[in-house]
């Protein structure tokens, strides 16, 4: 085999790998228990970039998102900064119980959203 071949083969192999850790990376968020259906991402997604309901647009850049505020931080690498996933929920719900001079709306608290949109919201904003 000459090194030509070789290099060919090693690329191929490579590309190959490549394909299966994108493959399996899509299908472990998909099956991540809590969200588990790409409908309930789509209606986080929805409720998120709603300005009557979720409104994170106002203050957070989310890609996707038209017109996005700057004033909190922006909607990436969730998992990283939140690797419980409930403890997320609990900043979006009440984030004053961190940080009692919070600008963020309390929407559990308060009732913005409710529970089942809490956690669509949550299940969205996690997937980023």
């Given amino acids: 085999m000459n090194r030509k071949s070789k290099s060919k083969g090693l690329l191929s192999i490579a590309g190959t790998m490549l394909v299966g850790i994108s493959l399996s990376a899509s299908v472990s968020l998909a099956a991540e228990p809590g ?8 209606e986080g997604k929805e409720l998120a970039f709603s300005r009557p309901k979720g409104n ?22 969730m998992k990283s900064r939140f690797p419980d996933k409930q403890v997320l929920r609990e900043q979006i719900a009440d984030a004053s119980k961190k ?3 919070t600008a963020m709306p309390l929407f559990g608290r308060y009732e913005i959203l409710t529970e089942a949109e809490l956690d669509k919201v949550v299940d969205y904003i996690y997937s980023l």
């Fill in 35 to 42: 969200s588990n259906t790409s409908k309930n991402l789509e």
């Fill in 56 to 77: 994170c647009l106002a203050c957070h850049m989310i890609i996707g998102g038209a017109s996005p505020g700057n004033i909190a931080p922006p909607l990436i690498a």
């Fill in 99 to 101: 940080n009692p001079e």
